[in-house]
């Protein structure tokens, strides 16, 4: 006798594993937010809450910020069982979820594949497959992992993040999978077949020019390892937290932009100025973060403290940076064959939101302290 199996299973489980698939999971940069930077270990319901609020009524949801992401320290106790439960701050976590979830909105979570956070709650080491069950039973959407305890174990670092990625994969939900290992042994080399959506490239930002500029434009010569569903994460934006003035802020934008990098804001979003807003929502710089090419940015050229940056984009067009990392304002011209174009090209300013016109040979542009001119040119 013929055996006839039901199709509906196999649709099922093909529909699945297209679904679960990098390059559908994160085909662009990942954008949303996360505690860490502004609250530490004062995160809690209320801080999630509002911060899904806030991404709402300013309109970075409509941006296309969509993660609002909960760092270290909403651990509790593991049961008798081995299930982690929150401690007090986070009352419950499908409540949450669902209340995230109903603003159009994602939840992101974060563990260790050690014993124990960064901040020394409990990690997910001996207990990962249950600790992505109860991830993927809360309606978690996103996890980073972060490295910190499992270095005293003398763990194989691609191997702990793949047992980790395997667990996520048996849930069957969709969570895209954050490695933060703080770019140590060439991530980039690895974190894919690790299966990573992002890693890390870097140490931790700071909300300092000198730190921020030291991660973003050392970033050159990684572009090849990054693409739909596995980028390099330089860390997370810092704009809005104070430490920088709006120049240097916009030079953080763009060059995150012009790397393909996820956007995760780090601010109090429920205390921006109109400033800050207009640098986290810029639409036509956002848009250059996540065009569906997929191809992160590099250095075309660079002298001095002076450095221009380009980004090949779908359409045939390029974004690029013209960045002065001086202390006095320049002038900064480049050639349109440096950038791969003809002798014309239609230039737009992104910042100022303006058409520049058609340039011949060359665009220059007066370039501010720490600050940067974004175009697009066609």
Same mark, same amino acid.
């Given at each position: 006798?013929?055996?006839?199996? *039901?199709?509906?299973?196999?649709?099922?489980?093909?529909?699945?594993?297209? +679904?679960?698939?990098?390059?559908?999971? !994160?085909?662009?940069? *990942?954008?949303?937010?996360?505690?860490?930077? $502004?609250? !530490?270990?004062?995160?809690?319901?209320?801080?999630?809450?509002?911060?899904?609020?806030?991404?709402?009524?300013?309109?970075?949801?409509?941006?296309?910020?969509?993660?609002?992401?909960?760092?270290?320290?909403?651990?509790? +106790?593991?049961?008798?069982?081995?299930?982690?439960?929150?401690?007090?701050?986070?009352?419950?976590?499908?409540?949450?979820?669902?209340?995230?979830?109903?603003?159009?909105?994602?939840?992101?979570?974060?563990?260790?594949?050690? *014993?124990?956070?960064?901040?020394?709650?409990?990690?997910?080491?001996?207990?990962?497959? #249950?600790?992505?069950?109860?991830?993927?039973?809360?309606?978690?959407?996103?996890?980073?992992?972060?490295?910190?305890?499992?270095?005293?174990?003398?763990?194989?670092?691609?191997?702990?993040?793949?047992?980790?990625?395997?667990?996520?994969?048996?849930?069957?939900?969709?969570?895209?999978?954050?490695?933060? +290992?703080?770019?140590? $042994? #060439?991530?980039?080399?690895?974190?894919?077949?690790?299966?990573?959506?992002?890693?890390?490239?870097?140490?931790?930002?700071?909300?300092?020019?000198?730190?921020?500029?030291?991660?973003?434009?050392? #970033?050159?010569?990684?572009?090849?390892?990054?693409?739909?569903?596995?980028?390099?994460?330089?860390?997370? @934006?810092?704009?809005?937290?104070?430490?920088?003035?709006?120049?240097?802020?916009? &030079?953080?934008?763009?060059?995150?932009?012009?790397?393909?990098?996820?956007?995760?804001?780090?601010?109090?979003?429920?205390?921006? &100025?109109?400033?800050?807003?207009?640098? @986290? &929502?810029?639409?036509?710089?956002?848009?250059?973060? #996540?065009?569906?090419?997929?191809?992160?940015?590099?250095?075309?050229?660079?002298?001095?403290?002076?450095?221009?940056?380009?980004? *090949?984009?779908?359409?045939?067009?390029? !974004?690029?940076?013209?960045?002065?990392?001086?202390?006095?304002?320049?002038?900064?011209?480049?050639?349109? $064959?440096?950038?791969?174009?003809?002798?014309?090209?239609?230039?737009?300013?992104?910042?100022?939101?303006?058409?520049?016109?058609?340039?011949?040979?060359?665009?220059?542009?007066?370039?501010?302290?720490?600050?940067?001119?974004?175009?697009?040119?066609?």
């Amino acid at each position: 006798m013929k055996l006839v199996l *039901p199709l509906f299973p196999l649709l099922f489980v093909t529909l699945a594993c297209a +679904q679960l698939a990098p390059e559908r999971l !994160a085909p662009v940069p *990942p954008m949303g937010w996360n505690s860490w930077n $502004h609250f !530490a270990e004062r995160v809690n319901d209320r801080v999630i809450r509002e911060a899904a609020d806030a991404m709402v009524a300013s309109g970075m949801r409509d941006a296309g910020y969509v993660y609002v992401n909960i760092d270290d320290t909403w651990e509790g +106790q593991r049961g008798a069982d081995g299930i982690i439960h929150p401690n007090a701050k986070f009352p419950d976590m499908n409540a949450l979820a669902d209340y995230v979830h109903s603003k159009g909105l994602k939840l992101g979570i974060y563990s260790s594949p050690g *014993p124990k956070t960064c901040a020394g709650y409990e990690g997910s080491y001996g207990h990962e497959e #249950q600790d992505a069950r109860t991830y993927a039973g809360w309606g978690i959407d996103y996890l980073k992992y972060d490295w910190c305890s499992a270095d005293d174990l003398h763990l194989d670092m691609p191997s702990t993040y793949k047992k980790m990625h395997e667990a996520l994969l048996k849930t069957g939900r969709p969570i895209v999978y954050s490695l933060c +290992q703080y770019g140590e $042994h #060439q991530v980039w080399r690895w974190g894919a077949s690790a299966g990573g959506n992002l890693w890390r490239t870097s140490g931790d930002i700071s909300d300092k020019y000198d730190r921020m500029a030291l991660i973003g434009f050392g #970033q050159h010569g990684l572009a090849r390892f990054a693409g739909p569903g596995h980028w390099n994460d330089p860390d997370m @934006l810092e704009v809005g937290n104070g430490g920088m003035n709006e120049n240097e802020y916009r &030079t953080h934008m763009s060059l995150w932009a012009l790397l393909a990098a996820p956007l995760l804001a780090g601010n109090d979003l429920s205390k921006m &100025t109109p400033q800050t807003l207009a640098i @986290l &929502t810029n639409r036509e710089v956002i848009a250059v973060d #996540q065009d569906r090419l997929g191809r992160q940015g590099e250095r075309v050229w660079e002298e001095g403290p002076l450095e221009v940056w380009m980004k *090949p984009l779908a359409d045939g067009g390029k !974004a690029v940076g013209l960045f002065n990392r001086g202390e006095a304002a320049e002038t900064l011209s480049v050639q349109l $064959h440096d950038l791969g174009l003809g002798e014309a090209a239609a230039v737009r300013d992104l910042w100022e939101h303006k058409d520049l016109g058609t340039v011949k040979s060359a665009f220059a542009a007066r370039v501010p302290v720490h600050g940067v001119v974004m175009i697009r040119v066609k």
